[in-house]
């Protein structure tokens, strides 16, 4: 499975974006989903996570309230709508597919990833 982020950029404080990743296969239907991203001298953290029908979500304490995650199955596509967005937002903005169908907050626990969209708020 191949994995391609997009819809980064750059937005002022207060701003929205949607970032979308598009699966290369149907594979990733059947597959949890999630979103990390990496700051600028900064660990990867988790972000948020979708299980392979939606059901199921989880968020990092710091988007949720802010971001939303979702799925077309359809389209072998996952967005990540991005409101009220902060400048500590700033970071490189994966995408990656899970081992399990269920969603997962652990990078453990994935298998593919993408390379990854710039999202830079500005102060």
């Known amino acids: 499975v191949q994995l391609q982020a997009s819809g980064g950029g750059l937005v002022q404080t207060g701003g929205s974006l949607r970032l979308s990743c598009a699966a290369s296969?149907?594979?990733?239907?059947?597959?949890?989903m999630g979103w990390f991203r990496q700051a600028p001298g900064k660990e990867r953290e988790f972000v948020a996570a979708i299980s392979w029908n939606g059901a199921n979500t989880y968020y990092a304490d710091s988007v949720k309230g802010r971001f939303t995650i979702s799925r077309d199955n359809a389209k072998n596509t996952v967005y990540l709508q991005m409101n009220a967005l902060k400048p500590e937002d700033t970071a490189v903005y994966s995408c990656a597919c899970s081992l399990y169908s269920r969603a997962d907050i652990s990078p453990g626990g994935y298998r593919y990833w993408g390379q990854g969209t710039l999202v830079t708020v500005s102060s």
């Open positions: 296969r149907r594979t990733s239907s059947n597959n949890g």
